[in-house]
């Protein structure tokens, strides 16, 4: 089955970039979307199509994609994105979520 | 703005059947720019996708659980529903209804109910 792997864990300190990757073979041809997950509460997306950031999303989080990789970017992190973070993609059997990483802002 | 509410029994039997419902507030479940999905977290662990569907019925599942899932759509009511069969343990979990549009993720989320499988 399709896989999409990512970093079980990242730390950052305040103010510094934040990289977060995500891999699978089929990242070349489907789309990758983001989600945030804080503590109890339901996942929020923050990128979708790769590098599109929803209305109401800080301009801090930015998405890009190059081959098999997708790579979530937090500039300037703050205390606030303390998060788990979770890749999703397609394939021809469905929706796969990525493992998620764990951002800890030291 | 659109708002989704799972609701259903927060303890299950092993070996019951699992039923979810999730209720679509502020908007309508028919519009075909829409697909409805359910997603579950087990404690302490990731999400997993279990399946969606459209209003037209056409419906998409994880292929680990299409054996014993069953998501359905009642537009009168604008509401979608998973039934889970043959549960165990290892179907506890937060189980999320969300909302996804065509190549633009899952963009609402109901708040999401918790299931634990226990005698």
């Known amino acids: 089955s399709y896989e999409l792997t990512q970093p079980p864990s990242v730390s950052v300190s305040p103010g510094q970039t934040a990289r977060i990757t995500c891999s699978g073979d089929?990242?070349?041809?489907?789309?990758a979307y983001w989600y945030q997950q804080k503590p109890g509460q339901a996942p929020v997306l923050v990128i979708y199509?790769?590098?599109e950031r929803p209305s109401g999303i800080p301009e801090r989080f930015s998405g890009s994609s190059s081959g098999t990789t997708v790579t979530l970017t937090i500039s300037g992190v703050q205390a606030e994105d303390e998060a788990d973070y979770y890749c999703q993609s397609a394939d021809s059997s469905g929706t796969v979520f990525g493992g998620g990483t764990k951002l800890t802002v030291l | 703005q659109v708002q989704l509410q799972e609701s259903g029994p927060g303890l299950v039997k092993p070996s019951q059947t699992l039923s979810l419902t999730c209720t679509v507030s502020g908007g309508s479940i028919s519009s075909g720019d829409y697909y409805w999905s359910w997603i579950r977290q087990p404690p302490g662990k990731g999400l997993e996708w279990i399946g969606y569907?459209?209003?037209?019925?056409?419906?998409y599942y994880n292929p680990s659980l299409k054996s014993r899932v069953t998501i359905s759509v009642d537009t009168s009511k604008n509401q979608f529903s998973l039934k889970l069969s043959s549960v165990t343990a290892a179907d506890t979990a937060v189980y999320y209804c969300a909302r996804g549009v065509r190549e633009g993720g899952m963009d609402v989320w109901g708040q999401g109910t918790t299931v634990t499988v226990s005698s």
């Open positions: 199509k790769d590098s």
């Open positions: 569907i459209y209003y037209s019925g056409s419906t």
């Open positions: 089929a990242l070349p041809k489907q789309y």
